[in-house]
């Protein structure tokens, strides 16, 4: 019985503050509003892309080579390695 008590005081007010909270939704922004959320969301994008091409620059540019550079560009990595060039 204790536990119950117990229980029904931890969460009776918790149930209560939640009904509260529940709220209607927001109204609808304004059109100027909406715009401005928008270009706000195109802008955060850019900045997003702009990111992704620093970091992902150099390898895109390496799967822009031709193969003959490739292989080339291949055989000098592996010679600074130490490696054994393909085809052995």
């Known amino acids: 019985m204790r536990r119950r008590t117990l229980l029904a005081a931890l969460f009776l007010p918790a149930a209560a503050a939640a009904q509260q909270g529940v709220q209607a939704p927001p109204a609808p922004a304004s059109p100027a509003e909406r715009q401005g959320q928008l270009d706000a ?48």
């Open 41 to 88: 969301f195109w802008a955060r994008q850019r900045e997003k892309e702009a990111a992704d091409r620093f970091w992902n620059g150099p390898r895109e540019a390496r799967r822009n080579l031709s193969r003959d550079q490739f292989e080339r560009w291949d055989e000098q990595r592996y010679r600074r390695q130490g490696w054994r060039s393909y085809p052995h």
